[in-house]
């Protein structure tokens, strides 16, 4: 989203002007929203999985049900 266009009615010098901005920029970043926390570490059950050595392609169960 761009920033919303600011204009001053009265001239202000060059300190003024820059703390305006500087006004600005810091109420933008302290209402910013905050972006969504990154997920802490990896996924319990396909952590788990790869612990016991389960693999997509191994026969489910003790023996295989179609007999192969």
């Not at 820059?18 to 319990?44: H, L, Y």
């Not at 016991?52 to 003790?62: I, N, Q, R, W, Y």
Request: proline letters at 13%; aromatic letters at 6%; charged letters at 15%.
């Amino acid at each position: 989203m761009p920033a919303p266009e600011i204009k001053l009615t009265q001239t202000a010098t060059p300190e003024e002007a820059a703390a305006i901005a500087a006004a600005v920029q810091r109420f933008q970043s302290d209402t910013a929203v905050a972006p969504p926390a990154a997920p802490a570490g990896m996924d319990p059950w396909l952590r788990a999985a790869l612990v016991d050595g389960v693999s997509a392609k191994a026969a489910f169960g003790p023996a295989d049900p179609f007999g192969a």
